[in-house]
């Protein structure tokens, strides 16, 4: 049963919101091109099913692009597409945002993420 989106920001959420998609795509805008192992180390505490249900979903999106080489053992290799590499800059945003109100006291603030090229101010 497919979702009752209803508007943009909901569709985009959809897409590439939550903890894991985001993320991907965050390492994947640095390090370009990632087997599915390399990826699963570069993510940390990612389970594999759930590693292979979001890259599914990135993939269904069309955000990710899935590269498999006829080769012994097989090699597939994941990558952003262009529509994927055009989610980078809102992440970036997102994560500038949070950094900056993330405490509203600023006695702690976030550290830089190292998946991505955002540094705090």
């Known amino acids: 049963?497919?979702?009752?989106?209803?508007?943009?920001?909901?569709?985009?959420?959809?897409?590439?919101?939550?903890?894991?998609?985001?993320?991907?795509?965050?390492?994947?805008?640095?390090?370009?091109?990632?087997?599915?192992g390399e990826l699963r180390r570069e993510m940390g505490n990612i389970t594999d099913a759930v590693l292979a249900s979001a890259l599914k979903e990135l993939i269904a999106s069309q955000l990710v692009s899935r590269t498999s080489y006829?080769?012994?053992?097989?090699?597939v290799e994941y990558s952003l597409t262009d529509r994927g590499r055009s989610v980078v800059p809102i992440l970036r945003s997102i994560c500038q945002w949070a950094g900056f109100h993330y405490k509203e006291?600023?006695?702690?603030a976030m550290v830089h993420c190292r998946k991505c090229d955002y540094k705090p101010h």
């Not at 006291?105 to 702690?108: I, K, L, N």
């Open 1 to 36: 049963m497919e979702k009752d989106i209803r508007c943009p920001l909901e569709y985009g959420l959809e897409v590439f919101g939550g903890k894991w998609k985001s993320r991907i795509i965050c390492v994947l805008a640095v390090k370009e091109v990632l087997r599915y």
């Open 70 to 75: 006829d080769e012994i053992p097989p090699r």
């Open 105 to 108: 006291d600023y006695s702690s």
